[in-house]
């Protein structure tokens, strides 16, 4: 099964989005991992940290994409061309989910409608208790069945997997996507009437981050 990556890149000070040469970089960067995986990939800039980066897009595996993408002289170029303007975070992200099954703009409908900046997406990564994994995903299942009738954003979509290929507590990691009209609409999500009576996944999780990020036009 594909597996999705979520990247993290972080702009150095004094560097912005809107710096054309690094967007033309960004976009050359794009083509290579299209060519290379036959797949599509997205960026995304973080809302709490507008410096923050987001890489989101589709390996056949683990091993594809750490043992020979990453090793490759096309990927060693990328990042020569770009470390003056970016550094990637360590913190490298495989989920076991195929693009597929998480909501990402594909029509070319959605796609206008993130270009427009009419959608954002919640990024939560979960914690999970070692022994709590099976009860998180019932809990999970219900608050996403709740979720998915009350959003109309891509159809009521929304996703999560598990970080692959990780060592430690870093093997227990949820991480959800989910589209929104605005922060404002996901933060406030929680007074919605008769959530309060779907699965609480908070007491089988030991932390959460949450963040939100818009599609950037690159």
Same mark, same amino acid.
């Given at each position: 099964?594909?597996?999705?990556? &979520?990247?993290? &890149? @972080?702009l150095t000070p004094g560097?912005?989005? +809107? +710096? *054309? /040469?690094?967007? %033309?970089?960004l976009s050359h960067a794009k083509t290579v991992l299209r060519n290379y995986t036959g797949r599509t990939f997205y =960026?995304?800039?973080?809302?709490?940290?507008? %410096?923050?980066? =987001? !890489?989101? $897009?589709?390996?056949? %595996? &683990? +091993?594809q994409h750490l043992n020979h993408f990453i090793l490759s002289a096309d990927n060693q170029g990328l990042l020569e061309s770009l470390k003056d303007a970016i550094t990637v975070d360590s913190n490298l992200e495989h989920l076991d989910v195929p693009n597929a099954e998480l909501?990402?703009?594909? #029509?070319? /409908?959605? &796609?206008?409608?993130?270009?427009?900046?009419?959608? !954002?997406? #919640?990024? !939560?990564?979960c914690n999970v208790k070692a022994d709590e994994r099976r009860r998180f995903l019932d809990a999970f299942d219900g608050e996403l069945r709740f979720l998915q009738g009350h959003i109309p954003e891509l159809e009521g979509k929304a996703g999560r997997g598990w970080c692959v290929g990780e060592k430690g507590d870093k093997r227990h990691v949820s991480v959800a996507l989910c589209p929104w009209k605005s !922060?404002?609409? @996901?933060? $406030?999500?929680?007074?919605?009437?008769? =959530? *309060? +009576?779907?699965g609480n996944i908070g007491d089988f999780i030991d932390g959460m981050d949450v963040k939100h990020a818009k599609l950037l036009v690159i």
């Open positions: 099964m594909p597996i999705t990556e &979520l990247a993290l &890149l @972080h560097t912005t989005i +809107d +710096d *054309a /040469a690094l967007r %033309s970089k =960026y995304m800039q973080q809302t709490e940290d507008p %410096s923050c980066i =987001y !890489v989101i $897009g589709e390996w056949d %595996s &683990l +091993d909501p990402l703009p594909t #029509s070319p /409908a959605q &796609l206008e409608q993130a270009r427009r900046g009419e959608l !954002v997406w #919640s990024i !939560v990564h !922060v404002e609409q @996901h933060l $406030g999500f929680g007074k919605t009437e008769g =959530y *309060a +009576d779907v």
